[in-house]
């Protein structure tokens, strides 16, 4: 009787341990579309966003300019200019909920990988927010300066701008910020092929993205290196599958059955 209870008492902890791993379906369906929803609302907003950017300012190309195009450029763009900067910001923004929902969606939050991962995500989200929100806070003034300066002035003000373009932008913005965000795409792939919680195909998708999006980081570090290899295609198409990937990751997310369990 000793060893009946035994198993009786060792059963019903586990059934508790399950339970207590997967979300209740009403709970767990809100929180995956909440997260599904966020996933595509801020891919695409943020593409329509940057694109708008690229039409009116030459984004990304123009941040490999010296400031005396830059500059001027900013300058005649104006406060509409400044406004899509400020769109471009928090779109992208968006991303850190689902990021952090993410585990949750998944019914994952006891696993230590992700829960590593989404904290890099989200401060991939922050570190890139900074050198978005540097086009707001930081450069009009130096733009002001700039075309309204004398020479002196001007070549002061350039100093500046390739400082905090550097920092803010190259650095904070460009290199830690996709290389954090790299690692959590990764590490949500593998998770994937792993435990089939989403379709496998999602897993292989995020893997190529990841790897040709770390291919821009070699136009990131040509601006500190001279002569470091760049791929120009490779980033671009690299960004682009990327924001495919997490459209898709939404999607299925807004489709999964009702069960937690595939």
Do not use: C
Request: glycine share 10%.
């Amino acid at each position: 009787m000793g060893t009946v209870r035994s198993r009786q008492e060792s059963g019903g902890a586990s059934k508790r341990s399950v339970a207590a791993a997967v979300p209740p379906d009403s709970s767990w369906r809100r929180t995956s579309r909440v997260t599904g929803g966020l996933f595509v609302a801020a891919a695409v907003g943020f593409t329509v966003a940057a694109t708008v950017l690229s039409m009116t300012f030459d984004w990304p190309d123009i941040l490999r300019q010296p400031p005396d195009v830059v500059l001027p450029e900013f300058a005649a763009g104006g406060a509409s200019l400044v406004w899509t900067w400020f769109a471009v910001a928090w779109t992208y923004a968006v991303l850190a909920v689902p990021i952090l929902l993410l585990p949750t969606a998944l019914a994952r939050r006891e696993d230590a990988a992700l829960r590593v991962a989404t904290y890099l995500g989200a401060a991939s989200v922050l570190l890139s927010l900074i050198g978005f929100l540097r086009w707001v806070f930081v450069v009009p003034p130096l733009a002001d300066s700039y075309m309204n300066g004398d020479d002196s002035t001007r070549t002061a003000v350039a100093a500046a701008w390739t400082a905090q373009h550097q920092y803010g932008g190259a650095l904070l913005g460009e290199h830690l910020g996709q290389l954090l965000a790299i690692a959590w795409s990764v590490t949500v792939s593998i998770l994937i092929l792993r435990t089939r919680v989403l379709p496998v195909w999602a897993g292989w998708l995020g893997l190529l993205a990841s790897g040709l999006y770390l291919v821009n980081q070699g136009d990131i570090l040509a601006t500190a290196i001279p002569g470091f290899p760049v791929w120009d295609l490779g980033g671009l198409l690299g960004s682009y599958l990327w924001g495919v990937w997490l459209i898709a990751i939404g999607v299925l997310l807004l489709r999964r059955p009702a069960s937690g369990v595939r």
